[in-house]
C-alpha cells in the first residue's frame, strides 16, 4: 500500500474535505465506518469506503474537475469511474456507488435516476429509454464501455445502485464542513478539519 498519493490528496482541499465530511458523519452517528482506499485490490481503485447501519456498502471516487465543462459519459469511462462502478456493485447486491465531483455528471445522473423510477421493472427502464432519446446514447455508451448488452437489466442494476453527488469545495462548501466540525467538536473548527484528515491518513486501509 503507498500513502504517497493519498498524503498529495489529503492536502487537496476536494478529496480530503469530503473524506473529512464522511468523518463528521460517521461522528454524528449517520454512518457505521468509513475507509480510505482498501488493501484488497478486488475493492479496486475507489477513494473511499462507506458502510451504512444496514451493512451496505458504498465505495465513493472523487475526482475534481478543473475543465469548466461536465463530466461526460466517455470522460468517465476513460477515468475508470465506470469500471470502478460496476466491479463494486456486482460484488455484493447491498452495495452502492458515488462518484463526487464538483462538476455534474449530468448524463449518469440522468440514467440513475430514470433507473431509480422503476425499481420494480427494469424492463420499463428499459422501455423508457427509446421514448427519452436524449437517454438512449449515454446509456449505448454506459453499456459499450462495460461490455454489456443494450437490453440486459445488468446494467440497469448498476445504474440503480449509483449516486452522483455534487460537492463543493468553494468558500461555501468549506463553511459548511467547518461548520459540522464545530458542532461536534471542540477546538478550533479548521484545525479540527486537519486532524481529522491526518486521522484517515494515519488509518488507511482500516475500518474507522
Not at 500500500?1 to 452517528?29: C, F, I, P, S
Not at 451493512?55 to 468517465?76: D, H, P, R, V
Request: hydrophobic residues 40%; glycine residues 8%; contains cysteine.
Amino acid at each position: 500500500m503507498n500513502t504517497g498519493g493519498w498524503a498529495d490528496k489529503l492536502g487537496n482541499r476536494y478529496e480530503g474535505l469530503w473524506t473529512v465530511k464522511q468523518l463528521l458523519l460517521l461522528l454524528h452517528g449517520r454512518l457505521q465506518s468509513v475507509q480510505l482506499e482498501s488493501v484488497n485490490p478486488a475493492d479496486g481503485t475507489s477513494d473511499l469506503f462507506v458502510t451504512a447501519h444496514d451493512g451496505s456498502c458504498a465505495a465513493q471516487q472523487c475526482k475534481k474537475n478543473n475543465s469548466g465543462t461536465n463530466w461526460t459519459m466517455t470522460g468517465l469511462s476513460k477515468k475508470g469511474v465506470l469500471a470502478a462502478l460496476r466491479d463494486h456493485v456486482s460484488r455484493d447486491s447491498r452495495n452502492r456507488f458515488s462518484f463526487i465531483s464538483n462538476r455534474e455528471a449530468t448524463e449518469l445522473k440522468r440514467l440513475a435516476k430514470l433507473a431509480r423510477q422503476f425499481p420494480q421493472d427494469p424492463h420499463a427502464f428499459l422501455a423508457q429509454l427509446t421514448v427519452q432519446k436524449s437517454n438512449y446514447e449515454p446509456w449505448d455508451q454506459f453499456c459499450k464501455a462495460l461490455g454489456l448488452a443494450k437490453d440486459t437489466i445488468v446494467g440497469f442494476k448498476l445504474l440503480f445502485q449509483t449516486d452522483v453527488p455534487i460537492f463543493d469545495d468553494g468558500p461555501s462548501g468549506r463553511a459548511d464542513v467547518e461548520t459540522l466540525a464545530e458542532l461536534l467538536l471542540d477546538g478550533d473548527r479548521r484545525g479540527a478539519v486537519l486532524s481529522l484528515a491526518d486521522f484517515a491518513l494515519e488509518h488507511m486501509g482500516r475500518p474507522i
